[in-house]
């Protein structure tokens, strides 16, 4: 690696498993101290003990983006840890596959439940992560994983796709008005991936891999680690211009459906 993200420090949420996880573990090999942050402890605590085992610099925080006073805490105990935050990688995030209904048939519990972790979670990451950096006054690097259901308003899945929709506006916002102190956002729409819950709780997994296989331009579905680059990428000086944008990555999937 080329170790472009030598001693910038990074929190990533929802980081125990999927796009989280890749990230952590590349950003670390390109030279970060990363937070890795989630729920549930198990997966952070491993996915950071990985990193350590192999020579990167990681600690795992067990955090509920839902919780204000948890996601405080985790930024605390990032500068307590390492002096300072540069990176924010707001990655945790649900979807309620087979709950997320049409609207006149969904429930307000599961609307609430999927804005709460989806939006409201990336507010309180945002806000705790900005705070640090405005006070630290050398710039930093935002970025929200939306969806490609932010695009396309998809059946049935509103609460989801709104939730989504709010995180593309939410970058666009801290971009406009950070970019002056010197402070990156931007978001990124991944599209269907190999693991998602859409596959595992389906009745029929294998005929829903395939209708999303006839579909897509590059013949196979995407993995965390496609998108995992990406996000590192745009943590880069590298990345520099990059901002206020919303990055497709998603194999064309857009383009045809």
Same mark, same amino acid.
């Given at each position: ?7 910038? /420090? ?24 990363? /937070? /890795? ?16 085992? +192999?020579?990167?610099?990681? /600690? &795992? *925080?067990?955090? @509920? ?10 930024? &605390? ?16 995030? =649900? ?13 307000? $519990? ?5 804005? $709460?972790?989806?939006? #409201? ?21 935002? *970025?929200?994983?939306?969806? =490609? ?14 939730? #989504? ?15 002056? #102190?010197? =402070?990156?956002?931007?978001? =990124? ?8 819950? @859409?596959?595992?709780?389906?009745? $029929? ?20 680690? @496609?998108? &995992?680059?990406?996000? +590192? ?25």
């Amino acid at each position: 690696m080329s170790g472009k993200l030598k001693n910038k /420090v990074v929190i990533i949420t929802g980081a125990g498993s999927g796009i989280g996880a890749a990230t952590a573990r590349l950003m670390a090999a390109e030279g970060a101290s990363v /937070v /890795v942050t989630g729920v549930p402890e198990e997966g952070v605590i491993s996915v950071a003990a990985e990193i350590t085992s +192999t020579g990167g610099s990681a /600690v &795992a *925080i067990p955090m @509920d983006v839902t919780d204000p006073q948890q996601v405080e805490s985790a930024v &605390a105990h990032t500068v307590e840890s390492f002096g300072r935050l540069d990176i924010l990688v707001a990655n945790a995030g =649900i979807q309620m596959h087979h709950e997320d209904r049409v609207l006149h048939q969904l429930s307000e $519990d599961v609307w609430d439940r999927t804005h $709460d972790v989806n939006y #409201k979670g990336q507010y309180f990451s945002c806000k705790y992560a900005l705070a640090q950096m405005v006070k630290q006054d050398e710039g930093g690097v935002v *970025i929200l994983i939306a969806s =490609i259901t932010a695009l396309s308003g998809m059946s049935p899945n509103v609460s989801y796709s709104s939730s #989504k929709a709010g995180v593309v506006n939410l970058a666009r916002h801290i971009a406009v008005h950070y970019g002056p #102190k010197g =402070i990156r956002a931007n978001s =990124i729409s991944p599209g269907p991936l190999e693991r998602t819950p @859409d596959f595992d709780n389906h009745p $029929d997994p294998v005929g829903r891999k395939k209708e999303y296989l006839d579909k897509m331009p590059v013949g196979r579905l995407g993995t965390a680690e @496609d998108i &995992a680059p990406f996000i +590192t990428f745009l943590s880069t000086d590298d990345a520099s211009y990059a901002s206020g944008a919303n990055f497709v990555i998603d194999g064309g999937w857009t383009i045809i459906s």
